[in-house]
């Protein structure tokens, strides 16, 4: 049965086999500043920040930045990586910051591997500003390729790893209080494939993509 410490100790494994290798490199966080069209001299929090690169990228562009993980040994990377970030060790789904308190908040392929995911984006929303923006990139459980190999997401699996459709996924923000602004596909893993999947990737409906980018917004209440 999956639990916390099998999930920290998984993560602690990962970050201490691969260091500052363990996710995606540095160039391939900017373009999810430029989705949420960040400003300088702003908050930003990165929740299940890994080894810190969207937090550095971050900093580069001004932002005041925080970041919290889940592995003790993805924090050490993180500090190092980005030693102008205030980062902790951490859960998503119980985030020691106060009520609306950042600008931005990013959550990069860390929702899905929550323990609670509703609780979780609860606390993102509970942290944030009314007019604050939000990314969160999630896993397509129709990903076409995952569907021709016959797999079922990736080795995170061995974990914890919840994959939704694109409606469940949309279903789930709305439901907590977010309004959708954008969805983009997640094209990182592309520019590591053949020229054959270069091609049908780039004609790939939103439906069979690898990971969905949602921007987001809080709900607008009228009156409010």
């Avoid at 931005?104 to 604050?132: M, P, Q, W």
């Avoid at 990903?143 to 789930?172: C, P, V, Y």
């Avoid at 069979?208 to 987001?216: G, K, N, R, V």
Wanted: charged share 30%; aromatic share 12%; proline share 3%.
């Amino acid at each position: 049965m999956v639990n916390e410490k099998k999930i920290k100790d998984w993560y602690n494994q990962r970050h201490s086999t691969k260091g500052k290798d363990a996710w995606r490199p540095y160039k391939a966080y900017p373009i999810f500043l430029d989705y949420l069209d960040v400003k300088s001299g702003r908050k930003l929090l990165d929740v299940g920040c890994g080894t810190g690169y969207l937090l550095k990228a971050a900093n580069q562009k001004g932002l005041e930045t925080y970041g919290v993980d889940i592995s003790i040994e993805g924090v050490k990377i993180a500090k190092r990586i980005s030693p102008n970030s205030k980062i902790i060790v951490g859960k998503g789904e119980d985030l020691n910051f106060p009520d609306k308190f950042f600008d931005y908040v990013t959550c990069l392929g860390s929702l899905e591997h929550f323990l609670d995911i509703e609780k979780g984006i609860k606390e993102i929303v509970r942290v944030s500003k009314n007019e604050a923006l939000f990314c969160i990139m999630v896993p397509n459980i129709n990903f076409l390729f995952w569907k021709i190999r016959k797999a079922k997401g990736t080795e995170q699996q061995d974990i914890n790893e919840n994959l939704l459709s694109l409606k469940q996924w949309k279903n789930l923000f709305i439901q907590e209080g977010l309004e959708i602004l954008k969805i983009y596909q997640d094209r990182w893993l592309m520019k590591k494939t053949n020229i054959f999947f270069k091609l049908v990737w780039g004609v790939l409906p939103l439906n069979y993509t690898y990971q969905f980018i949602f921007i987001l917004r809080k709900k607008t209440r009228i009156g409010a």
